[in-house]
């Protein structure tokens, strides 16, 4: 384990954290979008988004200590592997005055729940707080390795 692993670790969690909170961010701003993409000639609301995160693999090197320490297996931190969207059907609302009323009077809306999104938001901020103060706790003991030497 290098002495900048911990660093690029927490960096990874910092990067796809700051990622979350953009998807996040996109899905409140489009609570409301109902021309979001021309599906089958039809126009369909926003889908809500969601990010899908995994462990971070460094290559063949990661395997081969792994098999040689298996004692002890320290991460390599996190990758955001892709930005799904939620398949939930969504919202049908009945306003025959508004301009995307179906012949029934019904609108499709969003599937975007801005109480879930703000709770997904929390999260992911609460996220990037811990990883802010462990990347400062270990920048703080390398600092303090270094006045070891003066």
Do not use: C
């Not at 200590?65 to 892709?82: F, H, I, L, Y």
Request: glycine share 4%; proline share 5%.
């Amino acid at each position: 384990m290098s002495i900048f692993q911990s660093l690029d670790i927490t960096a990874s969690a910092l990067t796809a954290q700051r990622l979350r909170m953009d998807v996040i961010s996109s899905n409140m701003a489009n609570v409301d979008t109902t021309h979001a993409r021309l599906v089958n000639g039809q126009w369909e609301p926003y889908r809500r988004k969601f990010v899908v995160m995994e462990p971070r693999q460094e290559g063949f090197s990661t395997y081969l200590q792994a098999a040689m320490n298996s004692r002890s297996s320290v991460g390599n931190g996190v990758k955001v592997t892709k930005i799904m969207e939620d398949q939930t059907p969504f919202k049908l609302v009945y306003d025959p005055s508004h301009p995307d009323a179906d012949p029934n009077g019904y609108v499709r809306l969003p599937n975007v729940d801005p109480l879930k999104e703000m709770v997904d938001l929390m999260s992911a901020t609460r996220s990037y707080e811990a990883n802010v103060t462990v990347f400062n706790a270990t920048k703080g003991m390398l600092m303090k390795a270094l006045e070891i030497g003066k």
